[in-house]
């Protein structure tokens, strides 16, 4: 059996985040996602969601056999017991292949990492970016948000 690990924040999931899931389940026959910690996101802002609810809306993703958080001071420590065959990257992630399969070796776990597909859009108007939808609902709602969302309490 091939078991494949995906990691990434997952915040705000949206279709390019199950493009990149099920992509990765094609590389094996098992796919592990590991939800990043608030603590390890430190290339783009913190995410809005905390990690449990971000791994539990992953886990229900049919992709996914298991979602599980990430260690929250060293990345490595969940691949280190989950012992992928490969690992595979989202197609926009900032990490270098060769240097995460550097890191690997380092720490003596023999795995591939790929690199998965990218997704374009389907519609107008159709997000793929956490970031994106941030700034439409930035855009959108501007101030209103906290006044619309005290009125839904």
Do not use: W
């Amino acid at each position: 059996m091939t078991r494949v690990v995906a990691q990434g924040t997952f915040d705000l999931l949206h279709p390019g985040h199950v493009h990149y899931l099920e992509d990765a389940a094609t590389y094996g026959d098992e796919l592990h996602a590991i939800v990043a910690r608030r603590t390890n996101v430190t290339h783009k802002p913190a995410p809005i969601l905390c990690a449990e609810q971000r791994r539990d809306m992953v886990a229900a993703l049919t992709a996914v056999d298991e979602a599980h958080l990430g260690h929250p001071e060293d990345v490595f420590v969940p691949i280190q017991r989950l012992d992928p065959d490969v690992i595979v990257l989202g197609f926009d992630q900032h990490h270098d292949e060769a240097d995460i399969a550097a890191a690997l070796a380092e720490r003596g776990i023999d795995c591939r990492v790929e690199r998965a597909s990218g997704r374009d859009p389907r519609y107008e108007d159709e997000l793929l970016s956490s970031g994106d939808i941030v700034d439409r609902i930035l855009k959108q709602r501007g101030s209103d948000c906290d006044g619309a969302r005290e009125g839904q309490r």
